[in-house]
């Protein structure tokens, strides 16, 4: 069955510096997200992305963070300058049909800011 | 915006019995409604799926029913076995937006 796959699974940062998730989401889907998870909270939402652009993105996601597709299977979640409060798993998803329906989520990228 | 509330955090259960999770949602614009199981350090998968136009699904041992008046849905596991412990996630998707909105998640238990 096909998967997403994130890597690293692990990256632990410096506090300001700059750390870029990756992700490459299941071949023949057309919509990407990011979403994350700190330690004992929900699941929250970061930002969706189709055709090459954001298509929704939430409060968390600020001028801090970016993503890119840069070639046909890769999609990066870039953080800028890191926070402590940054510290999360960060799941990337992936999507077929219906925009935010039938999500599947990646393994998970544990960040831990220092 | 949507809101997720979901209970119990912990269910713990005998195999063979069954296993009632329960969802409300705040928000009556929402129209999705997908139900996530996580087994420890894996990611989460969905194992069923509802929209607003339907009142129940059901695939083998897993139901998940809706209520749209109360705003709560349930997923229902029936005959649990040692594998169906894991951590289970709600979530809903208002019909106007792209996220999820997540419940916190309900670690079952299930003991041989």
């Known amino acids: 069955e096909p998967e997403v796959t994130q890597t690293p699974s692990h990256q632990v940062t410096q506090m300001g510096q700059e750390v870029i998730l990756r992700c490459v989401p299941i071949?023949?889907?057309?919509?990407f997200y990011w979403y994350r998870q700190i330690l004992g909270q929900k699941v929250e939402f970061l930002v969706s992305f189709y055709n090459n652009e954001i298509s929704e993105k939430s409060e968390i996601f600020d001028d801090q963070f970016s993503v890119e597709r840069p070639d046909g299977s890769n999609f990066t979640l870039k953080i800028r300058s890191t926070k402590l409060e940054d510290s999360a798993m960060y799941f990337c998803?992936?999507?077929?049909?219906?925009?935010?329906?039938?999500?599947?989520f990646g393994s998970g990228t544990q960040l831990s800011v220092l | 915006g949507e809101n997720v509330e979901q209970h119990p955090s912990t269910l713990s259960v005998q195999e063979g019995d069954s296993a009632v999770i329960k969802c409300t949602y705040s928000d009556s614009a929402s129209n999705y409604f997908p139900w996530y199981k996580q087994e420890l350090g894996k990611r989460p998968q969905l194992i069923i799926d509802?929209?607003?136009?339907?009142g129940e699904k059901k695939d083998q041992r897993i139901a998940v029913t809706l209520n749209k008046t109360a705003k709560h849905f349930s997923l229902h596991i029936t005959e649990t076995q040692p594998e169906d412990s894991a951590v289970y996630f709600c979530a809903a998707r208002d019909r106007g937006f792209q996220k999820l909105v997540f419940g916190t998640g309900t670690r079952l238990l299930v003991s041989p």
């Open positions: 509802i929209r607003s136009n339907v």
């Open positions: 071949s023949n889907h057309l919509y």
């Open positions: 998803a992936s999507s077929e049909g219906t925009v935010g329906e039938k999500l599947f």
